[in-house]
Each structure stands twice: as C-alpha cells, then as structure tokens.
RNA sequence: GCGAUCGUAGCUCAGUUGGUUAGAGCGCCGGUUUGUGGUACCGGAGGUCGGGGGUUCGAGACCCCUCGAUCGCCCCA
C-alpha cells in the first residue's frame, strides 16, 4: 500500500508554537485585563455571516469584496463569508439582538479573521485581530476612550516605545466631500506627471493617492489640499474636542494629514499606530469613526467608533514574552518513585506552584531534560539509604535544588513548598538550605 | 493578480567550474565517564537533495514546468 501524503497546511495559515505562541497568548491576556479596566464588555462573535453583511458595509471598493473575502454557498445556496473583520458583524448583531437598548455600549472581542490575500510580513489569511469599539456613541469622549484605551495596551505591553499615534479627521460628511472634490480636480493637474498605480487611484480611491509609497507621488502628496481648509465648524469643533481629551488623558499623538480610510462610512477621527520595526506591514492598530456603517445595514442612523489590532504584529513586537511562575522539575529516581513524584506534583500544583514531571528516560536523562525545559528548582525523589543509618521503608529522601546557586530572596518559593510537603507527610528529617540545596528531608507516609 | 529571492537529515545550514557510497552542528536513541549528576567521550537511527520533465557518459548543482516558503507591489475593511 502506498505510504499516505501528508496534507499541506493552508496558504496563509499559520501553526503558531513556543515563544511566539506565548507571546500570542500575552498580548491577548494583556487585552483582556485592560479592556476590563475600562469596562468594555465582551462579545463572542460568529466566525461567519451572509455575505451581505460584509458586502453592503463595504460597498464601492469591489476588489475587496470580490476578491479578498473568503466566501462560499452553503448546501442551501446561500453566500456565506468567513469573517474578514469585526466591525460588520458587530453592527449586525447590534441591530438583530436589539443591543440599542444599553446604547452607548462599549464591546470588546478578540478572535481569527480572513482575508484572501498573498501573504507577507504580519500579513496572512487566516490571522487575528484584538477589537474594541464603542456604538451609539456620537460624542468625541467616545474616541478618546478608545484611543485611551489602545496607549494603555501598547503601553503596558511595553511596545509604546517604537510606536507612535497617527491622527487625522476626515471631517464631516460635507466637509469630506468638498476635500475630496479638490483632491481629485488637484491630482488632475497633475495626473500625467502621477505614478501609474496613483492615475488609477485618481479614479477609484483618489484619497489613497495620500498614502502612496510610490515616490514619484510623495512631492505631489506634501503639497495636496489639506482637510483642515474644509472642515465645517461643527468639524473642527469635534476634532478640537478629541484633541483635547487626549491630551487630558496623557495619549500622545502626531498630526498626519495624508491619513485616510478607504471606506465611505468614515467620518471625523482616523489613526493608527505605527511602527517602523514591522516591514511594510506597520500598521499595528488601526481605527476611526464610522457614523454610517449602522444605516447601511439597514439601521438607523448610530454614530460608532472603534479599532482592531493585529495580535500577530504585537506579539512579534513583544518579543520574548515574560517569564512564567518559576517551574519546578520533579525527578524520580526510580520507576517505583513515579506515583508518589505524581502525587507531590499534584500537591505543589494544587498549592500553585508550577511544577513538571520529568518521567521518560535515564535519570540522568530526566536531569538533563529539566535543565533544558528551564526549570528554577528540582525536586528529586529517591529511595532513602540505609547508610545513613534509617531503613529504606521508613520513608522516601527528597531533595529540592536549584540548577545554579542558591538566592536567598527565593525564600517564599522554598517555603511554599516545605510546606507544602510538611501538610501532607512527615517530615522526619530536614535540613533546611544545605549548600547547594533548597530543601533536603526525608518523608515519611502519615499513618 | 504581479515581482524578487529561496526549497539538501526533526532544526540551522555546508556541499568547490556538474564526477563515483550526500556532510557538519544541534536535537533524538543507546553506552562509557562524572561527587546528588549543567561534564567529556564513544556509538546509532534518520535524507527518493520539494515534485515532474529535459540537457549530459554523468545532475543536489545547468534548463523548463509545477508545488511550497519568504519578502515586496496592488489592496488594506
């Protein structure tokens, strides 16, 4: 029979193992703690919806529908899509669950996105995202409580350091509008002179000519229109106000005129934090206020604001994630010594200490596993001698030691589990922080 | 969708202008040595050189196709 072949992980779907794992996991406790801080409630969101959902809230730009969602019919032919971001399901669920009713209502979710693109960098298919948003909310403390929200997570993920907050307002509907008329009639002019990606632009997505990488565009970029000679009163006001609220909750920030969405349903404030330590893919949160997203999917009209970030990136910004609990190794010595090594494993757990068993090979194999899996302390586990002059039955020897010297500010540790082992046998001999030892004693089955 | 680079043991890689039985380190398994054991040494398993076709007396090395990976462009909700 012909050996069988191993399927291939998807394209842009990732294993993800060890450090990096850790560190995925880091950033997503980090969320959640923080997120609670500021009392955002949490949602579970479907992995998929009908393809409207998405569809309809992202409307004009068709590459994105029609080419980078991942959708497919169901048996009964209807188009389903996996979910390629948060916010359009959220707004789904705001409308079909009636959560108007705890309008203005702060949600907080984490959990896998696809989009089908060519992976690279901080980029795949299947990948995943942190999102916080705020519906029902039209004040711009509301986008000063998610952008707080978003400087105390990278803050207290440590990566604030090379990140910085990009800010912009696309004004109101009106004012947006008549920015953009004098963006396209001013890229116009000087549209032969444009990359070929941008004259392309200039019809499509003329706003996005702002953030081309091409340089040929940047000289025309640096002297477009600026929004800031567009924007109504009531415009300037709103961004005014975010401004301020930012600077009161000590969230710093840089003005980048040239920062735009894609996407017609955004209104005022737009940012993201960027880095430059991730390639092309900088883009590490990112957000903005959709007012109209609700009343496209046949809502009424609800101002909203929100981000996503890319667990991914941050993790790879993380780095290595922060230490665990010390870990205690204990080794059998004997293959008869394993239940009872079980045994005191289960105890130290119970008691919150984490702790592994090194149960396969040689002894000396154990010790060299646990030198590796970078254990703090070992607990050996051995048959006591009879030199010593007390019988092998009486009890077994137990020996806690810790790889390189002993460090006196351990102590609680050694304590905890002295006592730990002193709540459950006799201790008939002990000899507390011999050279070389944290704990070393005989244990005696209580009768 | 487009472009560049890459694809040799579980991992990281070396393999000279194409030349006979394909190598190292780490890891894994076993053994010897070592004071309760972070040492050293010895041995072993493991590869259809991503896959297919071609050029050649001969290809891991050269050519074509294909699959995959990485990085970038487009796009970025």
Redesign the pocket.
């Known amino acids: 029979m012909a ?1 069988p072949t191993t399927p ?7 294993d993800i193992f060890g450090a990096e794992a850790e560190a995925f996991a880091h950033v997503v406790e980090t969320f959640e703690r923080v997120r609670k801080l500021y009392r955002f409630r949490r949602v579970e969101m479907p992995v998929f919806e009908r393809t409207e959902v ?1 569809s309809r ?2 409307g004009e ?1 068709t ?3 029609s ?3 991942y959708s497919f019919e169901d048996r009964g032919g209807e188009s389903l899509t996996l979910r ?5 399901g959220i707004a789904r669920a705001y409308l079909t669950n009636g959560w108007q009713q705890h309008a203005p209502v702060k949600l907080a979710t984490h959990g896998p996105l696809f ?10 298919r299947q990948f995943h995202q942190l999102n916080a948003e705020i519906i029902g909310a039209g004040e711009p403390q509301a986008d000063v409580e998610v952008l707080a929200l978003a400087d105390q997570l990278l803050k207290e993920l440590g990566i604030a350091e090379g990140v910085t907050l990009q800010l912009n307002t696309l004004g109101d509907a009106a004012s947006r509008e008549a920015w953009r008329a004098a963006l396209v009639e001013y890229f116009r002019d000087h549209a032969a002179a444009l ?1 070929e ?2 004259q ?2 200039l019809e ?2 003329p706003l ?1 000519i702002l ?4 340089s040929r565009d940047r000289p025309f970029v640096a002297d477009a229109p600026r929004i800031d000679d567009f924007l109504g009163g009531e415009a300037q006001d709103f961004f005014g106000k975010v401004c301020e609220g930012l600077k009161a909750a000590s969230v710093e920030w840089q003005r980048a005129p040239s920062l ?4 017609d349903y ?1 209104r005022h404030t737009a940012f993201e934090f960027v880095t430059d330590r ?4 900088g ?1 590490v949160l ?3 206020r959709y007012d109209g997203l609700v009343e496209t999917l046949g809502g009424p009209h609800t101002p909203a604001v929100g981000w ?1 970030a890319g667990i991914e990136r941050l993790a790879m910004l993380v780095g290595e994630a922060p230490l665990d609990a010390p870990l205690l190794t204990v ?1 059998p ?1 004997e293959p008869e010594d394993e239940s009872l090594a079980n045994r005191i494993a289960a105890l130290l757990r119970h008691a919150g200490v984490s702790a592994d068993i090194a149960f ?13 899996n970078g254990s703090r302390a ?1 607990l ?1 586990i ?1 048959r006591q ?1 009879s030199t ?1 002059g007390i019988p092998s039955r009486l009890g077994h ?1 137990v ?1 806690v ?5 002993f460090d006196p500010a351990d102590s609680a540790y050694r304590n905890l589990i002295l006592k730990v082992l002193s709540d459950h046998f006799d201790v008939i001999r002990q000899d507390r922080a011999a050279q ?2 944290w704990v ?1 004693a005989v244990l005696k089955e209580r009768t």
């Open positions: 050996k291939q992980a998807i394209r842009g779907t990732q998405f809230s992202i730009t590459d994105v529908v080419k980078e969602m390629p971001e948060f916010t359009a989009r089908y693109e060519r992976p690279q960098k901080g980029r795949y990359s990606d941008s392309d632009r499509r997505n996005r953030d081309s990488k091409d735009v969405r894609g996407l955004y991730l390639g092309a893919q883009t990112g957000g903005g996503a080794i010595d396969r090979g040689s002894a000396k194999r154990r010790f060299e596993v646990a030198r590796r070992r050996v051995r001698k010593e020897h020996v030691n810790e790889p390189d010297s070389g030892y070393d």
